[in-house]
């Protein structure tokens, strides 16, 4: 009754309630028993190719004075280990549609040195196999290898695994105790090539071919180790077909009673340099991420037990196994030799990687890897030079993350102020995940407004908040600033501590800023 009153008294004065409505504060709603699904920590994965300074030079360098006993940048490990990386994909990328793996075992001074036609740069094959396990043993990391489905045969993948994964008896298993390793690796997680949808990559496959071929590599590799998840190259960025979903679809069909995860791309640009619409980018990845579901679905519905022909449902899920702001350092000289593909980012690429996050975490049911690509130098949150190393301003919202964000992903109520662009309609200026783990809460919120702050009511709909909570803001000057080496304006501030009792609270998000706000929910 009151409202209504109110209402009235409004508009005999000529005072529209829009305006009202705009005036009142923001509200994130929390429920703990709407859950999405269960975080997985490999959604905080990374990537590492044998392209431009990401592996000689970044993570491995052992002429450097910086470098450990095994030639690993102790710098980039020390910075590497802030990521919390859950899961590391290697050795590419492009660079695996050509790759022999057997040119990087052994002896180093017996290894050939090739050409990699991807990137066209030298290949000196000292860093391989072995070393990579090596790398990912030091970062307490899980490894992830592609393997060439472009010019590589079945044997070679198979052989891979044996390599990796048999303890001894067979040949490749005695080889890699012959090469120092009495022990099996147990890779675990392996993809069936990389982007073999694009007419740029090494062995280029339409739909069909690559799902037989994938198909008969996977059975190979699967029997070689059972326990082994393979990830399917679903369609890529760069796609250029007339129907990339497609290319899912019929992935799907041929290998969904042998894969794990169906690989998705995306690198989002902003080369018109229009801020709210790069902000808004992330809405693609959210919607690409839904078709696929439906495709994973529909594949699900069809999978059969092959001995009796009743169905067999067994669960496949989404691998964003490569994500990134990246337009910039990209075409003719930019992506070829030493340094290519090393990308400066500034603020508004952080707000956009933090963008993506929260996407991954909001579809944590379906969404269950995820790798930055990459960790040094290329398209990366680490950057060195020989003599010193700076955290690019990517790198902030992804640690943040990954140390934090655990446990179930909550599906909240979030109303906020709205703007349209050219592409996309009433985008909400507060972009929000939700993670609850033994009674903590993280409230993950990128304030897209460029110039205002966003009041917002933080609201429990049952249980409530206690105690001290820490507040982290990822911000800057202005959303064009950069880091480089010796000054990172951009970086995780710890804000105030908030002292909250009750069932709400409020805070204000400052504008081009990603917050994370964490405490006690009971």
Same mark, same amino acid.
């Given at each position: ?7 009235f ?15 009142? @504060?923001?509200? /994130? ?6 859950? /999405? ?5 490999n959604?905080?994965?990374?990537f ?6 990401? &592996?000689y ?11 450990n ?8 490990l ?75 045969? +079945? ?19 005695? +080889?890699?105790?012959?090469?120092? @390793? ?34 008969e ?11 082994i998840?393979l ?15 497609? #290319? ?47 495709? =994973?679905k ?27 702001? #990246? ?23 952080a +707000? ?6 929260n ?19 290329? =398209? ?6 020989k ?6 301003? =990517? ?8 140390n ?5 992903s ?7 102020p ?18 609850y ?16 702050? &966003? ?40 804000k ?21 706000i ?5």
């Open positions: 009754m009151r409202k209504i009153f109110l209402h008294i409004l508009l005999v004065l000529g005072i529209s309630t829009s305006v009202m409505a705009a005036e009142q @504060n923001a509200r /994130i709603k929390i429920d703990t028993d709407r859950v /999405i699904g269960k975080i997985d920590k959604i905080y994965g990374n590492t190719e044998h392209l431009g300074r990401c &592996i030079g970044g993570i491995y360098d052992p002429d450097s004075k910086l470098s006993e095994m030639g690993f940048r102790k710098d980039v020390e910075a590497a280990r802030g990521l919390n990386i859950s899961l590391l994909r290697w050795p590419g990328g492009n660079f695996v549609s050509g790759y022999h793996w057997e040119d990087g075992i052994g002896p180093r001074e017996l290894r050939p040195e090739r050409t990699d036609l991807a990137w066209q740069t030298p290949e000196p094959n000292t860093f391989g196999t072995d070393e990579f396990i090596a790398f990912c043993r030091a970062l307490s990391t899980e490894p992830y290898i592609a393997v060439n489905m472009g010019t590589g045969t +079945l044997d070679e993948a198979r052989n891979w695994v044996e390599y990796c994964n048999v303890k001894e008896g067979p040949y490749y298993a005695e +080889l890699r105790k012959k090469n120092g @390793n009495a022990e099996p690796y147990n890779v675990k997680y392996w993809s069936l090539g990389n982007e073999v949808d694009g007419f740029w990559q090494m062995g280029h496959k339409n739909a069909e071919d690559y799902g037989k071929y994938a198909l590599a996977a059975k190979l590799m699967k029997w070689t180790s059972p326990e998840k990830i399917a190259a679903g369609s890529s960025n760069f796609y250029y077909g007339s129907d990339p979903h497609s #290319w899912n679809r019929i992935v799907l069909d041929y290998l969904k009673d042998y894969i794990d995860y169906i690989a998705l791309h995306r690198y989002i640009r902003n080369d018109a340099d229009n801020y709210y619409e790069f902000l808004a980018s992330t809405i693609d990845v959210e919607e690409r991420t839904k078709i696929v579901e439906g495709q =994973i529909e594949a699900v519905s069809k999978q059969r037990d092959g001995r009796t022909g009743e169905p067999r449902p067994r669960q496949i899920y989404i691998a964003w196994d490569e994500y990134n702001v #990246w337009y910039r350092a990209r075409g003719g000289a930019a992506s070829r030799g030493r340094n290519a593909l090393e990308e400066k980012y500034n603020l508004e690429d +707000l956009v990687v933090a963008g993506f996050l996407v991954f975490i909001r579809n944590a049911h379906i969404v269950k890897m995820a790798n930055m690509a990459q960790l040094v130098n290329v =398209i990366a949150p680490i950057f060195t030079s003599t010193d190393m700076y955290r690019q301003t =990517i790198y902030y919202p992804l640690a943040l993350f990954a934090n964000s655990f446990g179930t909550l599906d909240v109520f979030v109303d906020s709205t703007y349209d662009t050219e592409r996309w309609k009433k985008v909400p200026y507060l972009d929000v995940s939700v993670a783990n033994n009674d903590e809460v993280v409230i993950n919120a990128v304030n897209r407004h460029l110039t205002d702050r &966003i009041k917002t009511d933080i609201i429990s709909q049952q249980g409530e908040f206690s105690g001290n909570f820490s507040v982290y803001e990822v911000n800057g000057p202005d959303i064009k600033t950069e880091n480089t080496f010796g000054s990172e304006p951009v970086k995780t501030i710890n105030p501590v908030i002292e909250v009792s009750g069932n709400r609270f409020t805070y204000e998000f400052p504008p081009h800023s990603y917050v994370m964490k405490g006690k929910l009971k």
